[in-house]
Nanobody
């Protein structure tokens, strides 16, 4: 199983980014996918979840600003992040479970002016 995250970068407060996570080695369409993040000096936290059926859930900090989606034909999960704030600065990881947890390598998002 491989999860390849991309799309991070430097963005100003109020800006947007879209993260992508391409999965291989799994039957992607049946897997629940998640995005986590770990900010500087902070514990890793769950940001968003999307089930195989497309049901989504968000951390309080992400609601109304972030949107998780999936494209089963491309084996890819996305995280659209709008109205970014400095406190969103973190390494973002995609995650799934197939018998055991699998993590992507992380992509760094820096929100700064």
């Amino acid at each position: 199983v491989q999860l390849q995250a991309s799309g991070g970068g430097l963005v100003q407060p109020g800006g947007s980014l879209r993260l992508s996570c391409a999965a291989s080695g799994i039957r992607f369409s049946i897997n629940e996918m998640r995005w986590y993040r770990q900010g500087p000096g902070k514990q890793r936290e769950l940001v968003a979840t999307i089930t195989s059926g497309g049901v989504t859930d968000y951390a309080v900090s992400a609601k109304g600003r972030f949107t998780i989606s999936r494209d089963n034909a491309r084996n890819t999960v996305y995280l659209q992040m709008n109205n970014l704030k400095p406190e969103d600065t973190a390494v973002y990881y995609c995650y799934t479970i197939l018998g055991r947890p699998f993590w992507g390598q992380g992509t760094l998002v820096t929100v700064s002016s």
